[in-house]
């Protein structure tokens, strides 16, 4: 069994966790099996002092510690396995200080930290055969245990308790629980969830006349000029009963077909340019969301809300927000629809098809139900949502100001999103400044964020391609 005894000073005892509660698995303890913690009598000294000291924690410290010195001394010798070492607690030998002085010549017994280590320096001496260490939180003991040769240990940090809280603390602690208590009856407000998109802005090249050659050649593919002169010949296939008569395609519809077709590829042509002006606008832009929140204990009274950039920085309308009017974009061209043949009933063709709802004028959405007629009454505004204080943004502008009546209170919050723009081609650079006001907040909430977003160089061709397929 590998043994080593550590002569112990007081703070083991007053600022450590308790000897069963701490991990004694440490570099120094490695390989041991059984500890001998030996009490000292400057360690009995100094816990004896300490014991008085009214109601500070040193003082619970070391009366627990001197209940412990008296089970030790009833029982001679207090075992406890705690993980997989044995602890054996147990009192040193009790020297005199001449025999210390004789023996130990280096320290002056006479102060308490190098009587304990002289105490343990002649225990050495007396049993050579066992490895005698000193387990201290004191440099200056370690010092003293250099100077008589004495092997040392330091307490670590992981067995000591935590710092104890002085009347400044505690004061602070009880500060916090009132305004915890206040906090529960009256509105926070919190602003989470901040991002900034991942993607960053992108400054799009020119686009060039081979582009456009290769985006009219792409929604060929996607909308090709259909051949309609076999439309005929299969709709008889369909249709091979005497009953039916399929009429084909005239040579003017079909001339009508192709001239619009070319006419659709003309307009398209002229919507690439202002659809790619549209797109490169936005591109360019940096979006950042966030969410408003009130986690207090009652609503917001008339809340406004002032949204600030600072530096380089704009914010777009909220037109500009791709979830509302796709940033302006035109409306991309349909292409024509090709002529098809026509099936006529032999026996009555005026009962193929009809719909009277269609082509009887009299029949009307509103007239068929009277919600639809409801709907044109005036708004009420909703005292739970947010309005423009001065009327929404048209231009791009630094600062955004809302109000809401009463910003209800333990509910998923109020998202926002805002679309940057910067005055660089390179950077967007600068900051955004959130304040939120209101007539029951103590104070209005404040909230900067720094915005940095490098802008990426990219050719325009395959994100007009994107565009053109989602437009369609």
């Given amino acids: 069994?590998?043994?080593?005894?550590?002569?112990?000073?007081?703070?083991?005892?007053?600022?450590?966790?308790?000897?069963?509660?701490?991990?004694?698995?440490?570099?120094?303890?490695?390989?041991?099996?059984?500890?001998?913690?030996?009490?000292?009598?400057?360690?009995?000294?100094?816990?004896?002092?300490?014991?008085?000291?009214?109601?500070?924690?040193?003082?619970?410290?070391?009366?627990?510690?001197?209940?412990?010195?008296?089970?030790?001394?009833?029982?001679?010798?207090?075992?406890?396995?705690?993980?997989?070492?044995?602890?054996?607690?147990?009192?040193?030998?009790?020297?005199?200080?001449?025999?210390?002085?004789?023996?130990?010549?280096?320290?002056?017994?006479?102060?308490?930290?190098?009587?304990?280590?002289?105490?343990?320096?002649?225990?050495?001496?007396?049993?050579?055969?066992?490895?005698?260490?000193?387990?201290?939180?004191?440099?200056?003991?370690?010092?003293?245990?250099?100077?008589?040769?004495?092997?040392?240990?330091?307490?670590?940090?992981?067995?000591?308790?935590?710092?104890?809280?002085?009347?400044?603390?505690?004061?602070?602690?009880?500060?916090?629980?009132?305004?915890?208590?206040?906090?529960q009856h009256s509105p926070v407000i919190e602003i989470s969830e901040f991002s900034v998109s991942t993607q960053g802005p992108i400054s799009m090249s020119e686009l060039t006349g081979d582009m456009m050659d290769q985006l009219e050649d792409y929604v060929k593919q996607i909308h090709p000029l259909e051949m309609v002169l076999s439309e005929a010949k299969f709709m008889k296939t369909v249709f091979p009963s005497s009953l039916y008569r399929v009429i084909p395609p005239t040579a003017e519809e079909i001339s009508d077909y192709e001239e619009s077709y070319a006419k659709w590829l003309l307009r398209f042509r002229e919507w690439v340019p202002q659809a790619f002006s549209a797109l490169r606008n936005s591109k360019i832009l940096c979006p950042i969301e966030f969410v408003l929140t009130n986690v207090g204990g009652a609503p917001v009274e008339h809340l406004v809300i002032e949204i600030t950039t600072q530096g380089n920085l704009e914010m777009a309308p909220p037109s500009y927000s791709e979830k509302e009017h796709g940033f302006g974009l035109p409306e991309i061209p349909w292409p024509p629809e090709a002529p098809t043949a026509t099936v006529v009933s032999r026996l009555d063709s005026n009962l193929f098809g009809m719909n009277p709802m269609a082509t009887d004028p009299s029949y009307s959405l509103s007239s068929l139900d009277p919600v639809f007629a409801r709907l044109g009454g005036e708004r009420v505004r909703d005292r739970n949502a947010f309005y423009w204080k001065e009327g929404e943004p048209e231009q791009f502008c630094r600062q955004w100001v809302l109000e809401c009546e009463e910003f209800k209170h333990k509910l998923e919050g109020e998202p926002f999103e805002i679309l940057l723009r910067g005055d660089s081609n390179t950077l967007i650079q600068g900051a955004i400044t959130i304040v939120v006001s209101g007539t029951n907040l103590p104070e209005p909430y404040r909230f900067t964020r720094a915005i940095k977003q490098p802008i990426v160089r990219q050719e325009p061709y395959s994100m007009m391609r994107d565009l053109v397929r989602a437009c369609f």
């Avoid at 005698?132 to 067995?159: E, F, H, K, N």
């Fill in 1 to 183: 069994m590998s043994s080593i005894h550590l002569f112990v000073d007081t703070n083991f005892f007053v600022q450590c966790r308790k000897y069963d509660e701490i991990g004694w698995k440490i570099g120094e303890l490695e390989g041991v099996t059984e500890v001998v913690v030996l009490i000292s009598r400057p360690v009995v000294s100094e816990i004896d002092r300490h014991k008085h000291d009214g109601n500070s924690r040193r003082a619970r410290r070391a009366r627990s510690a001197s209940s412990l010195f008296g089970q030790v001394l009833k029982e001679k010798e207090l075992v406890r396995r705690v993980g997989d070492k044995r602890i054996r607690i147990k009192f040193a030998p009790n020297y005199k200080l001449q025999d210390l002085k004789r023996e130990v010549p280096e320290l002056d017994v006479n102060r308490n930290d190098d009587e304990l280590v002289a105490t343990a320096c002649l225990y050495r001496k007396e049993n050579l055969d066992l490895d005698v260490r000193v387990l201290t939180r004191d440099i200056g003991m370690a010092i003293s245990a250099t100077q008589c040769g004495l092997a040392y240990i330091m307490i670590p940090d992981a067995w000591l308790l935590p710092p104890e809280k002085d009347d400044k603390d505690r004061k602070i602690a009880e500060l916090e629980n009132k305004l915890r208590a206040l906090s």
